[in-house]
């Protein structure tokens, strides 16, 4: 017998999205640089492009959250990593707008 559940094919990631959730670190850290030293171009340039790295990231993570939560992971779990990258992609974009 083996320990493999049955609604999981072998072609298929088991359902979690506890994995997800990575792309608020380049988020988190392009938003840090640009409230902090953002008044240097050399800054602001560093920061747009983490930032922009983590916005695609954030979006490719949502999308595997969506399809993570069909498989049957937890919807709270998900709705958590959602709302933490949603979060982090407001501040980058913020601190963008407003630098």
């Not at 792309?23 to 640089?33: D, M, N």
């Not at 790295?53 to 709705?79: D, M, P, Q, W």
């Amino acid at each position: 017998m083996s320990n493999e559940s049955p609604s999981v094919t072998p072609n298929e990631a088991p359902s979690s999205v506890s994995g997800d959730a990575w792309p608020v670190l380049p988020l988190g850290l392009a938003a840090a640089l640009l409230r902090t030293l953002g008044d240097h171009t050399w800054a602001y340039v560093l920061g747009a492009v983490i930032g922009g790295i983590g916005l695609l990231a954030a979006v490719i993570a949502v999308a595997e959250c969506v399809r993570a939560v069909r498989r049957g992971a937890s919807v709270g779990k998900a709705v958590w990593v959602v709302f933490l990258l949603l979060a982090g992609g407001f501040a980058v974009v913020h601190q963008l707008a407003t630098v």
